[in-house]
């Protein structure tokens, strides 16, 4: 089937996708929009977290047809995005990343928590984060990185 | 400048948050090819034959190999090449590669390997360590199911003169790496030879196997680290690396394989599961007189690093006290289970579930306080190991469990452990603390002859000095492109540095594993860094007309700082005026001092140095539904010197983490050979609600012959935090465990799992 789906604010027209495709394999394999990862494909890790009409999902569970008339973003579309930008940098500078490969998929979550609920408690925090998995960092640091985030949003 | 000792920000971090870090999963190259697995379904089986003609008339489908079409040594393996790359006459474990495909799409692929009809008539698997080592059991391997036994003797156990004997056997479950990155990749053909692009945590020694298997000169093969999403020991061994290249070299087409989740959990080495039986005695005070200690690991179907892993096991079964009486064996058979081989604490940490928890029992049965029990036997400086090894330097041990004893009272109030399914009200909650504290070795042992090199260029850029270098070591996350421009800066002055990709055309670095890179390859860029220096003193010389040979020996110091050369703290030269249009360069490698292979009776000087951590667990148990929650996990860890503390700190919290998987939920379960969980719905990683609050303490006691003095950093929390979580667990639920993971039915009344 021919889809047009409309990502990170620029409408694409993608030709041939199978009905069983999932909105990751055409981000990634179509879109050449990587930053997306595939950990599980079962929806556990949220390594594949993008915003849909501005909720995260696991878009390895979206079928890319269920995508068709939303707003997709993923995080090369957050690139200027000022929420976003502020857990970028306090995810580095905590030491929140090592492999990395989870990183998007929590630069996603998080950005999309704190536009929701900037003032988020630790544990509303941690709650909101438990669908992304991190085997690198113990999480200690991930935790550390959104509170300097929600200080920095919030001068 | 962001030299040594300051945490400086990973150099890849940014390209990392907007996910724009090219991992193995996202390489692509034009007109590439997609390849995929075909894999036993047997434990173990005769092959009868293997028809790819459907497979090869496929749709989209260029080539499929066999083992026929292995042009080298079909085997592989990091100690003992006993793996088929492809198997040829026998599978031995469920999901043993058979035959690749590659097609034009990956989905393709998939179809096309599902045509390739294999005809095998089963065998019996041997299906555990006992089975495989039955009088009567049929031979895995031309040499038997035996890979190794270790004997470790010192003294003459006796149980004369102990007040207290306390005895148990412990079992630990196989864990999986679970890195969040799959095996990936992709390999092209290239004039004469081919290149490799994946993940690896040792290149070189990647290279080196690929040339048996292609028999093709190391040369002919460049191996070019790409982005890794994770390691922990499943990097070390090849997977899918073989294939390519073979598909590669068969098609004319660079051709990429990315492993699904489940493929991956069959597709690398896991933690070996382990039964571990001891025997302590002690006086009425505590005293240790004597640890007897059998272990059991299953290595699976093929070796792997089974051999250093189960020496590891042995020499660190007592854990890190005095005791002058032991008596350790140690043994790993192969059975037709999937393959162990490397994670993080390789040995130690089966090792560490046991000795803790008799430690623990040890303490009960004398009416000690467990922390008190372990700093009367704590090794201290110059006290013999096992092995017979001395503990040199300063010992961390007495001054990690300190404190950890000092540490604050745990406030937070009882955690109910269900989460928000809120099975319970929280009426059988109890809380629980528990310590464990635990050492391996760093670097590699046994008489290994190991080494890194490094590659050091500067140059003049805009008027400003810069640095490179380049060395093959594998950045899997740990953060080693950080330490090494931050060695540099410390050692030249220069503030802008590039780590250049790792690839084969320099020096082996060794592997990214055993807590080493820090040490080796830090070492090999320190030691280019300074032979760069003495090139830039020589030309101060020549360029200004000082002496600086003789102001060095008449005790000035000269020193790089800032871009510029300086002696006693007065500027003389800009670096710009030293470094030559084309740069200067040097290469340096570094070797640490030689260790021993075990003698008679296991004896020796097997390990290079020493690393230790502890740690304290706060654990709420909900004794009605067996549910465990950790509400605080606090970890002491001596690193020498920390580089890079914030790095050191996620070494710490990361491997933390592991731990508590290990200790509660994390286990691959085997049946009859067969992986039941191979999937993150099924197979239990921590999440951010089940890892607690952490404190981290770093010690630097440093290590006088290592560079800097660092110490390993890599391993050591992952080896303590499974024993203290399992400790405080079993302080709450007032009950002797004797396995982790910890199933709620080992807390409960409740009936077993059948």
């Known amino acids: 089937m021919r889809l047009e789906l409309d990502v990170n604010g620029q409408v694409h027209t993608v030709e041939d996708v199978a009905v069983w495709e999932s909105l990751l394999t055409v981000l990634r394999d179509r879109l050449a929009l990587y930053g997306s990862k595939n950990a599980c494909e079962q929806g556990e890790c949220g390594s594949c977290s993008v915003l849909v009409d501005g909720e995260v999902v696991c878009s390895c569970l979206v079928l890319a047809g269920q ?16 929420i976003a930008t502020e857990v970028r940098c306090a995810l580095v500078a905590a030491g929140g990343v090592q492999c990395g490969f989870c990183t998007p998929g929590f630069v996603v979550t998080a950005t999309g928590l704190l536009r929701d609920q900037p003032c988020a408690s630790e544990p509303a925090v941690r709650e909101a984060l438990a669908g992304n998995l991190c085997r690198c960092t113990g999480y200690s640091k991930i935790v550390e990185a959104i509170a300097r985030a929600q200080a920095e949003l919030g001068r | 400048m962001t030299g040594i000792g ?29 390849g995929h697995t075909v894999r036993s379904p047997h434990a173990y089986a005769r092959i009868q034959s293997v028809d790819v003609t459907r497979a090869r008339a496929a749709e989209g489908v260029r080539v499929v190999l066999t083992a026929a079409d292995v042009p080298g040594r079909n085997g592989f393996g990091l100690v003992v090449d006993d793996q088929p790359v492809l198997a040829s006459d026998v599978v031995r474990y469920v999901g043993e ?12 692929a998939r179809r096309a390997a599902a045509l390739v009809e294999v005809a095998y008539t089963e065998l019996e698997p041997l299906c555990s360590v006992e089975e495989a080592l039955a009088p009567d059991a049929p031979a895995l391997h031309p040499d038997g199911n035996l890979v190794r036994t270790i004997d470790i003797r010192r003294g003459a156990p006796s149980r004369h003169a102990a007040d207290v004997v306390v005895t148990g056997t412990y079992t630990v479950g196989m864990q999986d790496q679970a890195p969040l990155g799959t095996e990936s990749g992709i390999a092209m053909p290239t004039s004469g030879g081919v290149r490799l692009l994946a993940n690896s945590q040792w290149i070189h020694a990647d290279r080196n196997q690929l040339a048996a298997v292609l028999d093709l000169p190391p040369a002919a093969i460049d191996v070019t680290l790409a982005g890794v999403g994770g390691a922990f020991g499943a990097r070390e061994d090849i997977t899918l690396h073989a294939h390519l290249c073979l598909l590669a070299l068969a098609s004319g087409r660079p051709v990429k394989m990315v492993y699904s989740r489940e493929e991956s959990f069959v597709g690398h080495v896991h933690r070996h599961p382990a039964v571990l039986r001891y025997e302590h005695g002690a006086r009425a005070d505590g005293t240790l007189l004597y640890v007897r200690c059998e272990i059991d690991m299953d290595g699976g179907a093929y070796a792997s690093t089974s051999w250093a892993v189960v020496s590891n096991a042995a020499a660190f079964a007592v854990g890190p006290y005095v005791c002058d009486d032991v008596e350790i064996r140690a043994r790993v058979a192969y059975t037709n289970n999937p393959p162990c081989g490397a994670m993080r604490g390789f040995g130690a940490v089966q090792a560490a579930v046991g000795h803790e928890a008799q430690m623990d029992r040890l303490a009960d049965a004398l009416g000690i306080d467990p922390v008190e029990l372990r700093l009367r036997n704590a090794l201290d400086e110059g006290d013999l190991l096992p092995t017979g090894q001395p503990l040199r330097g300063a010992s961390p041990v007495r001054r990690i469990l300190e404190e950890l004893r000092d540490l604050p009272p745990v406030a937070a109030p009882l955690a109910v452990p269900g989460g928000t399914a809120n099975v319970t009200r929280g009426e059988g909650v109890v809380r629980g603390t528990g310590y464990g504290i635990g050492f391996k070795a760093g670097g590699m042992p046994e008489g290994i002859r190991d080494y890194a090199t490094a590659w050091v260029r500067l140059l003049r850029r805009d008027g400003e000095v810069v640095a490179q270098v380049r060395t093959a070591a594998a950045e899997i996350g740990q953060g080693l492109s ?13 503030a802008d540095v590039t780590v250049l990709p790792a690839d084969t055309s320099v020096g082996s670095a060794g592997s990214s594993s055993a807590s080493r890179q820090t040490y080796m390859t830090g070492g090999a860029v320190q030691a280019a860094c300074r032979a760069l220096r003495e090139q830039l003193v020589e030309r101060a010389h020549e360029y200004h007309g000082h002496r600086f040979g003789e102001l060095l020996e008449r005790g000035h110091d000269i020193s790089l700082r800032d871009g510029m050369l300086e002696l006693d703290d007065t500027t003389l030269l800009g670096l710009d005026d030293l470094v030559p249009p084309e740069g200067l360069e040097a290469t340096r490698r570094y070797d640490h001092r030689p260790t021993t292979p075990f003698g008679a009776d296991g004896q020796g000087e097997p390990h290079v140095q020493f690393i230790f951590a502890g740690h304290r667990a706060v654990a709420d148990v909900d004794v009605e539904t067996g549910l465990t929650r950790v509400v605080q996990l606090d970890v002491v860890q001596d690193v020498g010197r920390a580089i890079n503390p914030v790095a050191v700190e996620g070494q710490m919290q990361g491997g933390t983490a592991q731990g508590v998987g290990l200790a509660l939920m994390e286990e691959i379960q085997v049946e009859r050979g067969r992986i039941r969980n191979a999937s993150f719905t099924d197979y239990l990683v921590p999440t951010i609600l089940d ?24 391993e050591p929390a992952t080896i303590s935090s499974t024993p203290a979580v399992m400790s405080a667990v079993r302080r709450a639920a007032g009950r002797d465990l004797f396995r982790v993971p910890i199933r709620p039915w080992d807390l409960t009344d409740l009936p077993t799992e059948s």
């Not at chain 2, 920000?9 to 997609?34: H, I, N, Q, Y």
């Not at chain 2, 950080?482 to 220069?494: A, D, F, N």
């Not at chain 2, 607690?692 to 110490?711: H, N, R, S």
């Open chain 2, 482 to 494: 950080t330490v090494v421009p931050q060695i540099v800066r410390t050692e030249l002055g220069v």
């Open chain 1, 67 to 82: 995508a068709e008339g939303r707003s997709v973003v993923t995080v090369e579309g957050l690139d200027a995005d000022p």
């Open chain 2, 6 to 34: 300051s945490s400086a920000p990973r150099p890849d971090g940014d390209a990392k948050v907007r996910g724009r870090f090219p991992f193995s999963s996202d390489l692509c190259v034009p007109g590439m090819l997609w």
């Open chain 2, 691 to 714: 890892v607690p609050p952490m404190t981290t303490t770093i010690l630097e006691l440093p290590d006088p012959e290592a560079p800097y003095g660092v110490k390993g950093a890599g």
């Open chain 2, 97 to 108: 590669p058979v035959a690749v495909v590659a097609a034009a799409t990956p989905e393709q």
